[in-house]
């Protein structure tokens, strides 16, 4: 009796026993690298292969800003499609229009004011190369991107594509006045200098935050932005005793908010009716049912609300309006460029970011050493952040 | 008769086997076409079968025009950039290459190109052979780079809509030759296409 007590005392002695001499198992820590690009391309290798796209464009961002447009030039490549190809439908996308799946599992593309962004850095980059046409065909692309906007008044209203599209044909001895005429119209009271084709040294600038997308609606089948943020209203470049304030161009936040609604807005909103139906269904059959389930008298009846109280119940759960609110989230809230005519040579170049009042924000403050070569533009990318 | 099933069976496979079109998008993973092929992949841009078909046209409408086809001699063309003026970002040697090619290879020695964007390099190599650096030198009589009788160029101009009913992009391409001496369009030619399509509703 002693016996039968103690042995399962032993076996639990000897299994702690055991396992505190069991070695930990230890995990060597992951090499990270402060090279924000390499860690880049390791979250695009994780990435699922729906979302490739968007890690490659973020990736891709870094890469401009930190000064590797070969980085930066094959991931831009990687993750858009040729400047014609047309989006094909393929399983994925089936996927994102059946009412099972939610809209995010179709291969990421973006919204029409990131397929803009991406030809816009896409086009800097070739202009970067020496390849000012090629830039230019790549800002007309980025400003087609925005004519699938609703409302007429915001089709192709980006203000600096029309004016870089301008600038590249004055410097190459072509009218850009068309161009120049549609940035004027589209920039309202923001006024834009005169193109100046002797500017050798042309400054590309963005501040901020980007918008954000989120679900909205009763079940989350919209698309809503929460707006971007930037304190910035003039940027001030300073280089060679030359000095130029110029204003902000573009915001992004008005950019995706004036888009309007997508075609797949329509099927995320039969997929939300039949989810609502579903649960209205389920909340009305589920409860009586259960209820006249308790009486002999009604239990045949009740089963039967019950029944189909379930598979609505069911339905409701199943289908996935939810929208797509995958987001380029390191893009800027604003846009603005300078050009400056500088001899060959280094040149520190000094950008101070403005507040409304004009003061500069001291913390925003960058400095930038540009090599300017005789015969072909140099062309830079500074951000506030 | 034992063999019925069998033959059947074989007859089958191979007749799915036959109705896999390698244009698809479910065929091979990899499939080999001609250049004038439009693949499954095609879009609204400058394509390979846009630049087989136009360049091989406008070779056969240089050698038929009158300046090259009477010309005493070998008339000296160089070729010069092509002005892109349309939304699709494109190589702006491609086009003019492929035309000298499709000449050199039809013209039985008609024309005469000439190497002007490696001009870098053969001055330097010229140099060298005059400075006696590398031997040659002996055989240089003055310069004898030659000017151009006639210069090929090229301007893509097009016209870019899209909405929510879809994509159109029509590209105008027009190849010039032009007497550099008098400034003279000796021969002109010109083609157009227009393409349509939409995006699968889920990117609309």
Avoid at chain 2, 166 to 190: C, H, K, M, R
Wanted: charged share 20%.
């Amino acid at each position: 009796m002693k016996f039968a007590t103690a042995s399962p005392l032993l076996c639990l002695l000897f299994t702690l026993w055991m396992t505190a001499c069991q070695t930990p198992d230890i995990q060597p820590a992951p090499e990270y690298s402060d090279d924000l690009v390499v860690e880049g391309k390791r979250l695009i290798a994780q990435a699922p292969r729906q979302d490739k796209n968007l890690w490659r464009l973020r990736v891709g961002l870094i890469a401009l800003k930190q000064n590797q447009p070969t980085e930066a030039r094959a991931l831009f490549d990687a993750a858009m499609p040729a400047a014609g190809q047309i989006l094909q439908t393929d399983a994925s996308t089936r996927m994102a229009q059946s009412l099972f799946s939610p809209e995010n599992v179709k291969g990421f593309h973006g919204e029409p004011y990131e397929r803009a962004m991406g030809w816009f850095y896409r086009g800097l980059i070739y202009w970067m190369d020496g390849e000012p046409t090629n830039a230019r065909a790549c800002f007309r692309t980025a400003q087609l991107m925005d004519a699938l906007a609703e409302k007429q008044q915001y089709r192709a209203d980006w203000v600096i594509l029309d004016y870089l599209d301008g600038f590249i044909s004055a410097k190459l001895d072509k009218d850009g006045s068309a161009a120049l005429q549609r940035a004027r119209e589209h920039a309202g009271d923001t006024d834009l200098p005169d193109y100046n084709p002797a500017a050798n040294t042309l400054v590309v600038l963005q501040t901020g935050f980007g918008p954000v997308k989120k679900s909205g609606g009763d079940v989350g089948e919209a698309l809503v932005y929460d707006a971007g943020h930037s304190d910035v209203a003039q940027i001030r470049i300073t280089a060679a005793g030359q000095t130029v304030t110029t204003p902000v161009f573009d915001n992004l936040t008005l950019q995706a908010s004036t888009r309007g609604s997508r075609a797949m807005d329509l099927i995320l909103a039969r997929k939300a009716n039949v989810k609502k139906v579903g649960d209205t269904i389920g909340d009305i059959g589920t409860v009586p049912g259960v209820v006249l389930v308790d009486y002999e008298e009604t239990r045949d009846a009740g089963l039967a609300l019950l029944g189909v109280g379930l598979v609505g119940k069911f339905i409701g759960n199943s289908v996935e309006p939810r929208a797509d609110t995958r987001t380029w989230n390191n893009l800027p809230q604003h846009l603005s460029f300078a050009a400056l005519q500088l001899s060959a040579g280094e040149h520190p170049v000094t950008v101070d970011f403005l507040d409304t009042t004009g003061a500069a924000l001291p913390d925003r403050k960058k400095s930038v050493l540009l090599t300017v070569q005789a015969g072909r533009d140099t062309v830079v990318l500074v951000a506030d952040r | 008769m034992k063999n019925v099933p069998a033959i059947l069976i074989t007859a089958a496979l191979l007749g799915v086997a036959a109705c896999t079109n390698v244009n698809s998008p479910n065929g091979p993973s990899v499939t080999e076409l001609r250049p004038s092929e439009r693949g499954f992949v095609a879009g609204l841009g400058i394509e390979s079968q846009d630049l087989v078909t136009i360049s091989d046209k406008m070779a056969r409408g240089i050698l038929g025009a009158e300046p090259i086809a009477n010309a005493q001699g070998k008339p000296v063309v160089v070729l010069e950039p092509i002005d892109n003026d349309t939304r699709f970002p494109i190589d702006q040697d491609i086009f003019l290459t492929r035309i000298r090619v499709a000449l050199t290879g039809n013209a039985n020695g008609k024309i005469q190109f000439v190497a002007r964007e490696h001009i870098d390099k053969l001055e330097r190599e010229r140099d060298l052979k005059t400075s006696g650096q590398v031997t040659g030198g002996e055989k240089v009589q003055g310069n004898e780079f030659k000017g151009a009788d006639y210069i090929l160029t090229g301007t893509f101009k097009a016209i870019s809509s899209r909405g929510a009913a879809g994509a159109s992009d029509y590209v105008l391409y027009t190849f010039q030759l032009i007497n550099p001496n008098n400034t003279d369009i000796v021969w002109e030619g010109f083609h157009e296409i227009k393409k349509q399509g939409k995006d699968d509703v889920t990117y609309r």
